[in-house]
């Protein structure tokens, strides 16, 4: 996301940022076959992974799941339901792929972390898409 943000020239108006429902790999560097597909890419992966908290679901205008298990760990986070508008699947933003979550490609060799970059990249682009039509979440 932050690539085609750059892209768009638009890193002024928009920020994003990576957080896990999970803390266990907290502090450390995503999968280095990640980090070298997406390298392969012109993709530069420099964050560490943390949880995401409440104050995420304050701060940004869209939270993105990967999957079912995520979206609703991070429903279950805004316990209030003040911010459930701004919680979304992926795959509410792909275009080109149909999938029900974004798989893990831990035990799928390359081509499974280039799969995952495809979709990545699909639902990215649909969601900046949405964002420049001005189709906000609210």
Do not use: W
Not at 8 to 13: E, G, K, N, V
Not at 21 to 33: E, K, V
Not at 34 to 61: P, V, Y
């Amino acid at each position: 996301m932050n690539k085609l943000i750059a892209e768009y020239q638009l890193s002024d108006q928009i920020s994003c940022d990576s957080a896990g429902t999970s803390g266990y790999h907290n502090g450390q560097q995503a999968d280095h076959r990640m980090r070298e597909a997406a390298s392969e890419r012109g993709i530069e992966i420099l964050s560490r992974s943390r949880q995401i908290t409440h104050r995420d679901l304050e701060k940004f205008d869209y939270i993105v799941a990967m999957d079912d298990d995520n979206y609703r760990e991070i429903q279950a986070l805004d316990d209030h339901d003040h911010h459930s508008h701004k919680i979304h699947r992926l795959r509410d933003f792909c275009t080109d792929h149909k999938i029900t979550g974004v798989p893990d490609p831990y035990y799928g060799g390359k081509s499974g972390f280039e799969k995952v970059l495809d979709i990545l990249q699909d639902g990215c682009s649909g969601l900046l898409n949405k964002i420049r039509e001005g189709k906000g979440s609210q």
